[in-house]
């Protein structure tokens, strides 16, 4: 064995906590020192940290693309994810139109328009891609 795999083993034993994800407590943790990190080091790509902060950041998402997929939604379907999270009714959103057109498009005999589409990202701030 080399000289540079002797030392690389040693630092590796020392670093391969922080970077292995395999169970659901490690997940938590390396969640947990991710946002530690992003706390401290934000966008800031010249802090000695950030290619940790990158790394375990893919790492964390390859995780969670793994483990908790998230599921296919149109755009309706999202909106009624949206509105019971904001316990709001047809009425509730004259941005979309009417009670009835609302009902439509929840029913499926209307689709949104990028009026509407653009007008309920600004509600919930979220991206107009959702609603697509």
Do not use: C
Not at 98 to 119: H, Y
């Amino acid at each position: 064995m080399t000289l540079a795999n002797e030392q690389l083993q040693i630092h590796w034993a020392n670093i391969a906590p922080l970077l292995t994800i395999r169970n659901e407590r490690e997940y938590n943790a390396a969640v947990k020192r991710l946002n530690e990190l992003l706390d401290e080091i934000g966008d800031n790509e010249k802090h000695p940290l950030y290619g940790l902060l990158d790394t375990l950041g893919t790492l964390v998402q390859v995780y969670e693309e793994e483990h908790y997929p998230i599921p296919d939604a149109s755009g309706v379907d999202v909106l009624r994810f949206l509105m019971d999270e904001h316990e709001l009714t047809q009425s509730d959103l004259p941005e979309v139109g009417s009670q009835g057109v609302v009902s439509e498009i929840l029913n499926g005999k209307r689709e949104l328009n990028v009026r509407q589409i653009r007008a309920l990202s600004e509600r919930f701030n979220v991206s107009t891609a959702v609603f697509v």
